[in-house]
């Protein structure tokens, strides 16, 4: 029996959320076919819809795809323009029923190549009831000389994170996500050179990253990463979803990740921390302004499926109010306005709302088909950084001059 074949990013949520809204499309439409829904970690996603050409010649009609492979995955003729059948039936209120900021990425030369399904740009996640704690706060001004608040400096962040570093009660300053797969580091790296003023962009709209602002991006980040006195002992062998995991069961007092790992503290089993996180803007140097990193997760079809008109009814299906809420409900994040502003939604998550702030400071990465040969080389350098004592300045060079023979 043929089934709809459907690539989804590995993590719990999305499967539950995904395997509920098919059983409800299939009741409210009368449809039998099955899907089938393979879960893959970020590289092997990549390399089974893109890579393999999985999109291309059929394997997969639907896949999840991140905003960084849309641009690739276009030039690979991988995915579905989707403008003919969204002017034939096209999502509820769309576009308006969403940011700005989640429509764009995916839109490349007049045509559209994806829905948005999750969402949640990078903050500053931290643990409220540590920070309200009158003892804590006491102890803290006494040992520093300032009011213990979050941080609005990465050497206010360096600080609080070792005042609450508590290897005894298995609580640790932060939690960051080292995993090397080509995307926390890579992303880690952006936001540490960006709130410095630093860019990756030159005057000739190329990636340079030969700059002062990049020095001491990655002098500080190679530090705190490797400071025990600091950081979750386990930091190098996470990826975003273990270092989310770790900080909802109340290991960390503070991380750097993706908003969706804030909200998923408040409705998933395994939290210890329910109401009481709280997210903000990321620290900045002190003569610049926070940034956050918008790269968001979009419904796609393959060129090459056979169901494509089944797979768009589906998407349109999975990207209504009800099913953006749902995703919400299962730890995901909505991308709809409507979720943002739901008093349902923000009863149980409180900063819920807070969405609309963090994407007015989003930065995206450049759209580029060599991105992701780009991200690959910075992720080998901040691993380097990490791991051995060539100077950052030299690491930069060279990672430099790798990228310039990608043009």
């Not at 899907?35 to 092997?44: Q, R, V, Y």
């Not at 010649?57 to 989707?82: C, P, R, S, Y």
């Not at 939690?175 to 030159?202: E, I, K, Y």
Request: net charge negative.
């Amino acid at each position: 029996m043929e089934k709809l074949r459907i690539a989804v990013r590995k993590f719990d949520p999305f499967e539950s959320t995904l395997q509920k809204l098919w059983d409800l499309f299939c009741i409210e439409n009368n449809i039998e076919m099955e899907a089938e829904m393979i879960p893959l970690e970020l590289h092997d996603l990549y390399t089974e819809t893109i890579s393999k050409k999985g999109l291309k010649k059929g394997t997969w009609d639907i896949a999840h795809l991140n905003t960084d492979w849309i641009f690739d995955a276009v030039n690979e003729k991988a995915v579905l323009d989707l403008n003919p059948l969204i002017a034939q039936n096209a999502p509820q209120n769309y576009p308006e029923g969403w940011h700005q900021s989640l429509l764009h990425l995916q839109q490349i030369n007049d045509r559209t190549y994806g829905l948005p399904f999750h969402d949640g740009p990078e903050c500053l996640i931290f643990r409220k009831d540590l920070f309200e704690n009158t003892i804590e706060k006491e102890k803290f001004k006494k040992q520093y000389g300032y009011e213990l608040n979050p941080p609005c400096t990465w050497e206010q962040f360096s600080q609080i994170a070792e005042f609450f570093n508590r290897p005894e009660q298995n609580l640790y300053g932060s939690v960051f996500a080292n995993f090397p797969d080509g995307h926390n580091m890579v992303f880690d790296f952006c936001l540490q050179l960006w709130t410095r003023g630093g860019s990756l962009l030159n005057a000739q709209n190329q990636i340079d990253i030969q700059r002062p602002e990049a020095i001491e991006a990655l002098d500080f980040y190679r530090k705190i990463i490797n400071n025990p006195k600091a950081v979750h002992p386990k930091t190098k062998k996470f990826g975003s979803v273990e270092a989310g995991l770790a900080f909802a069961k109340g290991e960390a007092a503070m991380s750097i990740n993706w908003f969706g790992f804030a909200s998923m503290c408040e409705v998933i089993e395994e939290s210890n921390v329910k109401g009481k996180v709280d997210i903000t803007e990321l620290p900045h140097n002190s003569n610049h302004k926070t940034a956050s990193l918008n790269v968001y997760w979009l419904y796609t079809i393959g060129s090459g499926s056979r169901h494509q008109k089944l797979a768009y009814d589906f998407l349109r299906f999975a990207t209504s109010p009800e099913s953006d809420k749902l995703l919400t409900n299962e730890g995901g994040i909505g991308c709809r306005k409507s979720t943002w502003n739901d008093s349902e939604i923000n009863t149980t998550i409180p900063f819920y709302h807070k969405l609309e702030m963090l994407h007015e400071n989003a930065l995206t990465l450049p759209q580029t088909p060599i991105w992701p040969k780009v991200a690959e080389l910075i992720d080998q350098m901040v691993l380097k950084a990490i791991d051995s004592s060539v100077s950052s300045e030299q690491l930069l060079k060279d990672t430099q001059k790798s990228i310039q023979k990608l043009y």
